[in-house]
């Protein structure tokens, strides 16, 4: 295994341009549940009249914005979490080499952390918006305007920035991120399932030889992979490159 992680040092050192594609096994270290795991979001007992997976809709969100909101920030709104040792060392290394980071997470833990160049596919928890009149709210703003938030100025209803089911993705993002991956010659693939789409479908767009996967259970890539990290969580890898680095 030391050989492995002496390897992934020595493509992180040899790469002019890295990205990292994340998903939500690089936050569960720092306590935020994932989705679909056994002990993930999805399948646990809803409180409430929806399945949680329902819940994180658009249609839900349009049609039951009392319990959406109650859900919201009961569950989604994580309390008291910090950047782990996997966001800490993305950020140093963001100082010493052209890395990107494209996340599939809406908790901005890599920007707490300290990293700069990070594409948010699905959003952020730390952003809303008046639907109305495109006012923009911190989340600290929004959390202190009632039980269904409506912004002071206009009256419409504030949303959080994060893409829900049922609605695209941002296609300024969307082509950033192509770009992004089409411009790499080393990619770490890492907490992801990959079975969310578009999102997932941006790995056929990096045209690089060098694959890395750091990942609790095996994905399918239909790619040649380089190295391959099961079982393991992201920072306690990361912990174990830097000292070849």
Same mark, same amino acid.
Do not use: W
């Given at each position: 295994? /030391? ?16 990205? &990292? &594609?994340? *998903? ?10 994932? @989705? ?11 409180? #409430?009249?929806?399945?949680? /997976?329902?819940? !994180?809709?658009?249609? #839900? #969100?349009? =049609?039951?914005?009392?319990?959406? @909101?109650? @859900? ?11 950047? =782990?040792?996997?966001?800490? &060392? !993305? ?17 901005? !833990?890599?920007? /707490? ?14 952003? =809303?918006?008046? /639907? ?11 959390? +202190? ?11 419409? #209803? ?5 893409? %829900? ?36 479908? !941006?790995?056929?767009?990096?045209? *690089? ?6 990942? %609790?259970? +095996? %994905? ?8 391959? &990290?099961? *079982? ?14």
């Amino acid at each position: 295994m /030391e050989n492995k992680y002496r390897e992934l040092a020595t493509l992180v050192k040899k790469a002019k341009k890295i990205v &990292f &594609f994340g *998903g939500a096994g690089v936050s569960t270290e720092s306590g935020i549940p994932d @989705f679909r795991s056994d002990n993930g979001l999805y399948n646990l007992k809803s409180k #409430y009249d929806a399945p949680y /997976e329902v819940m !994180l809709s658009h249609s #839900y #969100y349009e =049609n039951h914005k009392d319990n959406f @909101f109650a @859900f919201y920030k009961d569950l989604m709104i994580p309390k008291n979490v910090k950047p =782990n040792d996997a966001h800490k &060392f !993305l950020a140093s290394l963001e100082k010493k080499k052209d890395i990107s980071i494209i996340t599939q997470n809406i908790d901005g !833990l890599h920007q /707490e952390a300290g990293s700069k160049n990070v594409i948010e596919l699905h959003g952020s928890i730390k952003r =809303n918006y008046c /639907e109305s009149c495109a006012r923009y709210y911190t989340l600290k703003e929004m959390l +202190k305007l009632g039980d269904v938030p409506k912004c002071p100025k206009c009256g419409g #209803y504030i949303k959080p920035d994060v893409v %829900l089911y049922e609605e695209p993705l941002d296609q300024n993002i969307l082509t950033k991120a192509l770009i992004t991956l089409q411009n790499a010659d080393l990619l770490i693939v890492a907490g992801t399932s990959l079975n969310v789409y578009p999102a997932a479908g !941006l790995i056929s767009y990096f045209y *690089g030889n060098n694959i890395v996967i750091i990942n %609790l259970e +095996k %994905l399918h890539l239909y790619r040649e992979v380089k190295l391959e &990290f099961y *079982g393991q969580k992201v920072g306690e890898v990361f912990n174990e490159v830097k000292k070849y680095l």
